[in-house]
């Protein structure tokens, strides 16, 4: 069983950045392919990035491919997902996702474990 936290979240200008981090409870962590979602009011969950579980292989959403990096630290059981150059439209609750496989998916439907998701707001 893993247990995933999200953390970092928050208000920032247009232009700015934040730095979103996914605790990982779970020595099981390591193994699996790890994503970030996003979820705006009145609209359905996104795909946003995801790596594979080596961190050699990332895929992004064309929405934030150039301005998003997704990394993880397996040795602190972490992911993580800086967001630069943030727009009011990347407002949203974001969530962190893990799934039993070594490859990501870009499908939700695909994760296994999911974190509570945490808040944030772009202002113009």
């Known amino acids: 069983q893993v247990q995933l936290v999200e953390s970092g979240g928050g208000l920032v200008q247009a232009g700015g950045s934040l730095r979103l981090s996914c605790a990982a409870s779970?020595?099981?962590?390591?193994?699996?392919?790890m994503a970030w979602f996003r979820q705006a009011p009145g609209k359905e969950r996104e795909f946003v990035a995801a790596?594979?579980?080596?961190?050699?292989?990332?895929y992004y959403a064309d929405s934030v491919k150039g301005r998003f990096t997704i990394s993880r630290d397996n040795a602190k059981n972490t992911g993580y997902l800086q967001m630069n150059s943030l727009k009011p439209e990347d407002t949203a609750v974001y969530y962190c996702?893990?799934?039993?496989?070594?490859?990501?998916?870009?499908?939700?439907?695909?994760?296994?474990?999911w974190g509570q998701g945490t808040q944030v707001t772009v202002s113009s």
């Open positions: 779970g020595r099981t962590f390591s193994s699996y392919a």
């Open positions: 996702a893990a799934r039993r496989a070594a490859f990501y998916s870009l499908s939700q439907y695909n994760y296994d474990y």
């Open positions: 790596i594979n579980w080596t961190g050699s292989s990332t």
